[in-house]
């Protein structure tokens, strides 16, 4: 069956850094989107980024350009977020999630509906 399971949460200082991972198994990873998505405290849920299933290309939400970065590792069947710069709002349940399909429109990556499977989420706190 698909698991996807992620690890590397923590707790950074404003500015600081933190690496997440995600461990697929049970499909063939290379043939798929990935996306992670997260939800902060008392809010609804969130797609952060998208990368194709090639690893081609990739896509962001406004709020975090220019300070995470999404790759894969096809042949180690593992999806990545580097999360620089991190800032207080940044603190939020980190999900990754497949999409369903493997090139996604631009305008639909973020669509969180066309994600069949997800992890359990990883915390991800930003204090001083």
């Not at 969130?46 to 894969?72: A, C, L, N, Q």
């Not at 207080?88 to 399909?101: G, N, Q, V």
Request: net charge neutral; with cysteine.
């Amino acid at each position: 069956q698909v698991q996807l399971v992620e690890s590397g949460g923590g707790v950074a200082q404003p500015g600081g850094s933190l690496g997440l991972s995600c461990a697929a198994s049970g499909f063939t990873f290379s043939s798929y989107a990935m996306s992670w998505a997260r939800q902060a405290p008392g809010k609804g849920l969130e797609w952060v980024s998208g990368i194709y299933s090639d690893g081609s290309d990739t896509y962001y939400v406004d709020s975090v350009k220019g300070r995470f970065t999404i790759s894969r590792d096809n042949a180690k069947n593992t999806l990545y977020l580097q999360m620089n710069s991190l800032k207080p709002e940044d603190t939020a349940l980190y999900y990754c999630a497949k999409d369903r399909r493997s090139y996604p429109h631009r305008a639909t990556m973020s669509d969180l509906r066309l994600n069949d499977y997800w992890g359990q989420g990883t915390q991800v706190t930003v204090s001083s």
